[in-house]
């Protein structure tokens, strides 16, 4: 019977005081990002805030208010001098990166800080393998938090995202972080993995991080439940069954930590040392807000 070491992980600790969850509830979470903080719909906040509206007002510099009919899309009402853009670092004992901050019109903000765990295994585990620089591939990539961590780690790194500005905006993490080399590719994850299968190529590494929806370069469609296990299926072919890092994040209000494990003890020979469960961020009154599941694992033969 396969078994994984199933936990939650909180993970303010990596950040310091550049990051903080000061409150969350009410379906929504008051963040602050540098000197700036930020007020903005969390589906998963469902409990009470614990500071009162009036505290909640005073403290945000730029408050997203979404438009009727909308999950994602909206308006930033913004309060005194909010620039375009800021930057925030991240160090740690083994990173040091700085990540461009920018209010978009679908609520984020360009950095999704409760990935610093996954980055943290990443750069535990890479400079295990035996291969020099071994080839990772980000699909879903977004603006590229894991690929400059498996890129200053000295791997070499082809990040995937269908939507070509936030190629752009990772292209400008990579810069700012004094890092180069990383290959950019504006496709389709499905697509972009099947074509590698046909062409026989392998990777050592794979990040997957897909949206519960979306849209491909070409209007493709993506929704998580019904396409998940097809894409799984594509990424076993082109694993490194010899030597292998797969990172999987899934962030949806119909996926459990066990539904992921199920996905995963079903296609790939997952070894026991792997670790799958809840990510996690607490606020400054010890409410636990979740932020997605993961499933990770290092193997070598």
Known sequence: MKQSTSIAIETPQFWGQNYQLIDSGGFEKLEKFGEFTVRRPEPQAIWAKSLSEQEWQKLSHAHFKKEKGSQE????????????????????ERLHLSFKISLSSFKHVGLFPEQASNWEFLAEKIPLFQL??????????????????????GAEVTHVDSVKPVLSWARE????????????????????????????????????????????????????????????????????????LLLSNVYSLGFSTLVVENLMNGIFDVPTSAESGELY???????????????????RL
């Open 132 to 153: 020099p620089n071994p080839k990772f591939l980000n699909l879903f990539a977004y603006t590229g938090g894991a690929s400059l961590v498996c890129r200053q780690m």
């Open 173 to 244: 993490n990579m810069e700012v972080s004094k890092l180069d080399g990383i290959r950019w590719m504006a496709e389709d994850a499905l697509k972009f993995v099947k074509r590698e299968a046909r062409r026989g190529n392998f990777y050592q590494g794979i990040l997957l991080d897909p949206p519960a929806y979306g849209r491909g370069p070409d209007g493709e469609k993506w929704v998580l439940e019904e396409q998940i296990e097809d894409l799984l299926l594509s990424v076993k072919e082109i694993l490194d069954p010899k030597e292998h």
């Open 73 to 92: 899309r909206g308006q930033w009402e913004v309060k005194g001098k909010v620039p375009d853009k800021w930057f925030m670092p991240y160090q740690s």
């Open 281 to 299: 961020l607490n606020d400054n009154s010890d409410k636990k807000l979740p932020l997605g599941v993961f499933h990770r694992y290092y193997h």
